[in-house]
């Protein structure tokens, strides 16, 4: 398939076959992901593949409502990831300042994500389906500790791929004028979500599982109904960022 039609049919797959996927495929997937573009070529981050099964059923536990984690024959672990630099610093007493302030975190959480996302491209190129799982966050003190984490480490998701034994509807994404504005932000545009409401609940009702009587909006009022891990900012010091 062309790859931009590739990209317009992406669904997250929480259902893998139980075949496993070959060494030279899992290299393939990596080459494509270090081949992002990568902010000034710092490269800040870590990929941690999850090959040892007690480890990533204790990843699945964290998760809480991802234990597909558990089944997937492929699990990486991305990494926002100062310490290698840190290292190189420290080898030449350098002061550690411009690694640990708020622009140097949000660039590596930058890179490592471009590296995912290209990763995730590569493997679907290659009929293989993916999931992010965020819900390894929900511990980070715990990941930190299974993954024995350095100082300026943050793991940022897991990454499940496999073969898709099923697959979701494609979910219908914001209309492009609520999302893209030209010149200045469209403040009227960007938050008229009348007809995205509408699109997705006919989405959620005649989709071919777990359907359900509800609109985007519902949704999001319901996610940010609660402030979700207050505990990232503790961690994010005890990793030794002064933000
Ligand atoms: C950073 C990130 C974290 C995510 N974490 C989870 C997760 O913990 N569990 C899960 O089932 N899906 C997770 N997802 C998948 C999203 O729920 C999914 O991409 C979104 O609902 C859109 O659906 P689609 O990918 O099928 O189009 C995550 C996605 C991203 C980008």
Not at 13 to 32: C, F, G, S, W
Not at 58 to 86: C, M, W
Not at 95 to 108: G, I, Q, R, W
Not at 142 to 148: D, Q, T, Y
Request: glycine residues 4%; hydrophobic residues 40%; proline residues 4%.
């Amino acid at each position: 398939m062309h790859t931009i039609e590739q990209m317009k049919h992406h669904v997250s797959v929480r259902n893998y076959q139980k075949k496993a996927i070959p060494v030279e495929i899992k290299q393939e997937l990596l080459l494509a992901a270090q081949s992002g573009s990568t902010s000034n070529f710092v490269q800040a981050y870590s990929i941690i593949e999850i090959g040892d099964q007690a480890k990533k059923r204790q990843l699945a536990e964290i998760t809480k409502f991802s234990g597909h984690l558990n089944q997937a024959p492929l699990v990486y672990v991305f990494v926002a990831d100062l310490y290698r630099h840190a290292a190189q610093l420290e080898k030449h007493h350098r002061d550690l300042a411009p690694l640990t302030n708020t622009e140097s975190f949000v660039v590596s959480i930058v890179d490592a994500t471009i590296a995912a996302q290209n990763m995730c491209v590569a493997a679907e190129s290659l009929g293989l389906g993916i999931c992010y799982i965020g819900g390894i966050r929900n511990d980070l003190f715990k990941v930190k500790e299974l993954l024995n984490l350095p100082k300026l480490t943050v793991p940022l998701f897991a990454l499940s791929i496999g073969y898709p034994n099923e697959k979701n509807d494609p979910k219908p994404r914001l209309p492009l004028n609520n999302l893209v504005s030209m010149d200045s932000y469209k403040i009227d545009e960007i938050t008229n979500l009348a007809n995205y409401d509408e699109q997705t609940s006919q989405y959620y009702q005649n989709r071919n599982s777990h359907q359900a009587n509800i609109t985007w909006t519902e949704k999001d009022l319901d996610f940010f109904s609660e402030v979700r891990r207050p505990e990232f900012a503790r961690f994010l010091k005890e990793q030794g960022f002064d933000l």
